[in-house]
């Protein structure tokens, strides 16, 4: 893969469309990317270093077309996405719809919370068992948890977040596996957001292909927002699954029918 397919560099792309009101641009300049040298303990794949302050990404084309279709194909079978209120969070205090679909696979009793809901996990399933297991092998990360998100097409997205929360173990990478439709994504220095930003800091920029690989490493989500924007002209399915590392949940089960003393 070439340097320029890693970094977006301008303002419109090839596969770019509609312009939303929410989109944020970035300077355009190009990033340093350096590759990582084939005795790195990350396997011999061809992995790409994108490095800004305090933001550290890895980031690898990891499945051939060929093998990230059948991988798309088998996951549009095997998953069934969350409805009611586990599809829902919390923005300044409504409830609305995410605008995508959502569902957490993992260890029996590991939870996920983050804008207001709780997504429990439900049991592995043999695709994800097996991306995971080779997300492992080829990172030396394991990974107890996966976060999967359906956007069906260009309209769907996920506004600017960080993945700080504190059921997550700190200081553990965040590795971002997507299939289908190639998407946009891009991270945002928490002092360079809003109009009374502290800081003048670029935007990082890269594109999220069929079958490529991104590790989110710390401490990039204490520091860097990231968001999926919407690209309306593109019609294609687009699952992403980011595996985590979570914590046991430390509360105890609260105990039906006994009241507060
Ligand atoms: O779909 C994506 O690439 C973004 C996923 C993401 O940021 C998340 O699940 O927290
Ligand atoms: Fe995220």
Redesign the pocket.
């Known amino acids: 893969m070439s340097l320029d397919s890693f970094v977006i560099r301008g303002k419109k792309r090839a596969s770019g469309g509609e312009v939303c009101s929410s989109e944020t641009r970035g300077s355009g300049k190009k990033r340093k990317v350096e590759d990582v040298k084939s005795s790195d303990d990350k396997s011999q794949l061809p992995w790409k270093k994108l490095r800004a302050e305090n933001l550290d990404l890895d980031y690898v084309r990891l499945y051939s077309k060929k093998e990230a279709d059948d991988l798309l194909k088998e996951l549009e079978n095997a998953l069934e996405y969350n409805t009611g209120h586990l599809a829902r969070v919390q923005m300044f205090g409504k409830w609305i719809d995410i605008p995508r679909k959502q569902v957490a696979h993992g260890e029996a009793g590991l939870s996920y919370t983050f804008s207001g809901n709780t997504i429990p996990a439900r049991p592995w399933n043999p695709a994800l068992t097996r991306i995971r297991d080779y997300i492992s092998s080829v990172t030396g990360f394991d990974f107890n948890f996966v ?1 999967v ?1 359906r ?1 069906k097409d260009g309209c769907d997205y ?1 506004g600017e ?1 960080k ?1 700080d929360e504190k059921d997550l173990v700190q200081g553990y990478p ?1 590795a ?1 596996l ?1 299939l289908g439709q190639p ?1 946009d ?1 891009y991270f945002k220095h928490q002092d360079s957001r809003g109009k009374n930003a502290a800081r003048k800091i670029d935007i990082v920029k890269l594109e ?1 292909e069929h079958g490529g690989l ?1 590790l989110m490493n710390p401490p990039t989500n204490q520091f860097w927002y ?3 924007p919407q690209r309306k002209k593109l019609g294609n399915v ?1 699952i ?1 699954m ?1 595996f985590r590392k979570m914590n046991p949940s430390v509360c105890k089960p609260v105990k039906q029918g006994i009241s507060p003393k």
């Open positions: 976060l998100n956007y996920m977040h993945d965040i971002s997507s998407r994504f999220l991104l990231h968001a999926l687009r992403n980011t």
